[in-house]
């Protein structure tokens, strides 16, 4: 079993940015795929992105590229999502996950909590 849990979501306006972070306890987080996931009120939970084991891969949604960044410290068994010139549109509860590299949510085995993340325009 892996416990995930994120921090670092909070209220910032437009153009700003926020670095979330999300912990493992449990297993080694090197063991496994780590994604980012956000839903928005009355949408779908939609894939932000993700990161292999050795943090030598990255993918990204088109609507977050160039703006965020994954990463990983696998000694501290930590992984980040930098989030850079933010928009009212990225405001959503954002999830960490844990399992295989993937955009679809069904191939992660573990879950976060959530945070919120509030843009104002």
């Known amino acids: 079993q892996v416990q995930l849990q994120e921090s670092g979501g909070r209220l910032v306006q437009a153009g700003g940015s926020l670095r979330l972070s999300c912990a493992a306890s449990?297993?080694?987080?090197?063991?496994?795929?780590m994604g980012w996931f956000r839903q928005a009120p009355g949408k779908e939970r939609e894939f932000v992105a993700a990161?292999?084991?050795?943090?030598?891969?990255?993918d990204y949604a088109d609507s977050v590229k160039g703006r965020f960044t994954i990463s990983r410290d696998n000694a501290k068994n930590t992984v980040y999502l930098q989030m850079n010139s933010l928009k009212p549109a990225d405001t959503a509860v954002y999830y960490c996950?844990?399992?295989?590299?993937?955009?679809?949510?069904?191939?992660?085995?573990?879950w976060g909590q959530g945070t919120q993340v509030t843009v104002s325009s």
């Open positions: 996950a844990a399992g295989a590299y993937s955009r679809v949510s069904r191939h992660y085995d573990y």
């Open positions: 449990g297993r080694p987080l090197n063991n496994y795929a």
């Open positions: 990161i292999s084991l050795s943090g030598g891969s990255t």
